[in-house]
């Protein structure tokens, strides 16, 4: 089982869509995926036709111990992949973990009795540096961040990477930087060549040589309750989720084959 959070404390820059298209495209070639919506704003549950108004439990009482991950799971009726949802209840575990025991293990411990369940879990980080996501990053083996190639791209990154180093040293040392996904990319913008050009420079191979181009039916998906990688499978769009998640497959495999 691989654990990646998908993580960047910016909001809009295609977390929850890359969470969700990947979860889709990994299902779609064979892999057994869970989705974890990390977010009390519930894009992700709702993307993947889930109505988060209307759960019996959420991730949230799994962080809090009140329900088992099994209890909350539900599939999504579109990606045919399991969803560990949320909704707002989730924004007060913020709160409530605060003065609790192993308040960053708590994702971690409840995929501990799934190991066998899955091939991947993909964790849709919210749009903070907060205990939600820091209980992302205690849980995964790697980190993907989304990130769109303009000019402010960069600002921010090093509290990201900071972030990841200090959980790196004190709480997982499993947790690495997979690498940096260009989102939302127009190829017509020079900016948009010149920024892509200095991450490829200044990070190498740890940028995924997949590039998701900015692409309208990947937005108008989530209200249909369908990933975008399902509802317009012709669109450029859903081809790069495609071919991301099939370059995910690569790298998890060529792992494998040093190891
Ligand atoms: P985050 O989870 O980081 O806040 P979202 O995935 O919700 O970001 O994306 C922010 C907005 O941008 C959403 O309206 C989404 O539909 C849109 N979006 C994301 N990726 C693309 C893309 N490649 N092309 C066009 N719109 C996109
Ligand atoms: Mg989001």
Known sequence: MHIFAIANQKGGVAKTTTSVNLAAALTASGQRTLLIDLDPQGNATMGCGIDKRDLKASVYQVLLQMATLAEARVMS???????????????????????????????????????????????????????????GLCAAHGVIIPMQCEYYALEGLSDLVNTIKKVHANLNRDLKIIGLLRVMYDPRNTLSNQVSAQLEEHFGDKVFKTLVPRNVRLAEAPSYGVPGVLFDKAAKGAQAYVAFAAEMIDRVNSWKEKS
Not at 109 to 125: E, R
Request: aromatic share 6%; glycine share 4%; proline share 7%.
């Open 77 to 135: 009726p579109s990606g045919k992949f399991d969803v560990l949802p949320a909704n707002r209840d989730l924004a007060g575990a913020e709160v409530e973990l605060v003065d609790l025991d192993l308040r960053e293990t708590r994702l971690k411990t409840a995929l501990a009795a799934h190991q066998a369940d899955y091939d991947f879990v993909i964790i849709d980080c919210p749009p903070s540096l907060s205990m939600l996501t820091l209980n």
